[in-house]
C-alpha cells in the first residue's frame, strides 16, 4: 500500500546530517530515523522517516540534477503545505523547511505521514484489479470531483490569496512550458514546435481564478484501501499557485487516454479499463459539479497533452545525460513524440 523500497543508491543522502538538522529544530521528533523511500514517483523524491518514538515523516526533495525553471520548489509546496490543510483536508499539512543544500544536498521539507493507496497504471486487486467496474467508476469520479473541491476552496481563508500571479497566468504558462521544451529537447520535433506555436495564438479569456494543484492526476492522490472513491491525500504542489482552473482540467485530461488514444506504456492512469468514465463523461462532471463553462475547453485539452509531453521529455533528457540511473525513464521520449501528436490531432 505504502510503495516503499530501499532507498536507490544514488538516491541516498547523509542521514546523520539530517538527523542533526532536525535536533535542531522545535517540536520534530527525536532520533535518528529509519529511512525508506517512496519508490513510485518520477521526478520529486519522497522518503519516509521513522523515529525512534514511532513518529512517521515525509522527506521530499527535487530529484538529482539539474531541474526545470519554476519546477521542484521546496520553499513553495512547504508554503502551500503549511496552510492548505486548513481550507482543503486532503493536504498533507507540512511540519519544517530547509532551505539549505548542505545538509542533504538540496533544499527540502517535512510533512505529515497520511495513509492511502497510490493507484498507478494499473488497477490494484484490493480494487478488483480491473474485474469490477463500480470501483473503477469510483476512481474515476474521486478524481474529478476531489478537483472541483480545490477548486471551491478559498485561498484567503488560508493565508494564501497572495499565491502566484492570476493574471495573465495562459500566457506565461504557454511561454514557460515552451522554455522547457526547448532545454529539455535532445531532437528536433515539428509537431510540438506547431502546437506551441497555435496554443500561443489562440489563447482564450479565462474564468475567475482559484487555487491550482498544476500536476492533477490520480497517482498524485491516494484514496482509502477500503473504498476507492474516498481520497486521504492529495501529493506534489511543487507548482501549486492561483489562476485559470480549466488548466488544471486540461493537465487532467492530457494523460485522461480514451481507448485508442495511447500505446499501452504511456497509461499513466488506468483510464480504458472498464467502468472508468471516459473524457468526455469525465469533463461533463466536472461541468455540472464546478458550474463552469467549458465553451473553450478544446484550447485546454491541447494544452494538457502538449506540457504531459514536455514534462516526459524534461524527465527522459535527465536519464539521458546522466543525472539519474532510473532506467523506468528510458523510452519516455517516444512517449512524449506520442503526446505532443495527440495533442495537435486535439486542435479544433
Not at 58 to 84: F, K, W
Not at 118 to 128: H, K, M
Not at 142 to 169: F, K, N
Not at 195 to 220: C, F, G, K, Q
Request: a negative charge.
Amino acid at each position: 500500500m505504502d510503495d516503499l523500497i530501499e532507498v536507490r543508491p544514488d538516491e541516498r543522502f547523509d542521514v546523520d546530517a539530517l538527523t542533526g538538522w532536525i535536533d535542531g529544530v522545535e517540536d520534530l521528533p527525536a532520533g535518528r530515523p529509519d529511512v525508506s523511500q517512496f519508490g513510485g514517483g518520477k521526478a520529486n523524491l519522497s522518503y519516509l522517516l521513522h523515529f525512534p518514538d514511532g513518529t512517521e515523516l515525509v522527506l521530499r526533495r527535487p530529484p538529482l540534477g539539474p531541474v526545470a525553471e519554476g519546477s521542484h520548489d521546496m520553499s513553495r509546496e512547504y508554503r502551500v503545505l503549511s496552510r492548505l490543510w486548513q481550507v482543503f483536508d486532503k493536504a498533507p499539512r507540512a511540519v519544517a523547511l530547509c532551505n539549505d543544500p548542505g545538509v542533504i544536498g538540496s533544499p527540502f521539507f517535512l510533512m505529515e505521514r497520511r495513509r492511502g493507496l497510490v493507484v498507478r497504471g494499473a488497477i490494484p486487486e484490493v480494487f478488483g484489479g480491473g474485474a469490477d467496474p463500480v470501483a473503477v467508476r469510483k476512481l474515476s469520479t474521486v478524481v474529478i470531483d476531489t478537483l472541483v473541491e480545490l477548486h471551491s476552496a478559498d485561498p484567503d481563508r488560508c493565508g494564501l490569496g497572495d499565491l502566484g500571479h492570476p493574471e495573465g497566468y495562459l500566457l506565461r504558462q504557454v511561454e514557460g512550458w515552451s522554455r522547457r521544451w526547448d532545454r529539455a529537447r535532445h531532437q528536433d520535433d515539428p509537431v510540438a514546435d506547431e502546437v506551441a506555436a497555435w496554443l500561443h495564438r489562440e489563447i482564450p479569456e479565462s474564468p475567475n481564478p482559484t487555487l491550482l494543484h498544476n500536476d492533477w492526476r490520480l497517482d498524485n492522490m491516494a484514496v482509502s484501501p477500503d473504498d476507492p472513491g474516498a481520497c486521504v491525500a492529495v501529493y506534489d504542489w511543487d507548482m501549486a499557485t492561483r489562476g485559470d482552473p480549466l488548466s488544471d482540467l486540461g493537465t487532467l485530461m492530457g494523460s485522461w487516454f480514451d481507448p485508442g488514444d495511447a500505446p499501452e506504456p504511456l497509461g499513466m492512469m488506468p483510464t480504458t479499463v472498464a467502468g472508468w468514465m471516459d473524457r468526455r463523461a469525465a469533463l461533463d462532471r466536472y461541468a455540472e459539479k464546478s458550474g463552469r463553462d467549458l465553451s473553450s475547453i478544446d484550447w485546454y485539452l491541447v494544452f494538457g497533452a502538449w506540457k504531459m509531453g514536455v514534462i516526459l521529455q524534461q524527465i527522459y533528457i535527465r536519464w539521458l545525460r546522466g543525472q539519474t540511473q532510473d532506467d523506468r525513464f528510458e523510452n519516455l521520449d517516444e512517449g512524449a513524440r506520442h503526446l505532443f501528436r495527440l495533442a495537435a490531432s486535439r486542435k479544433p
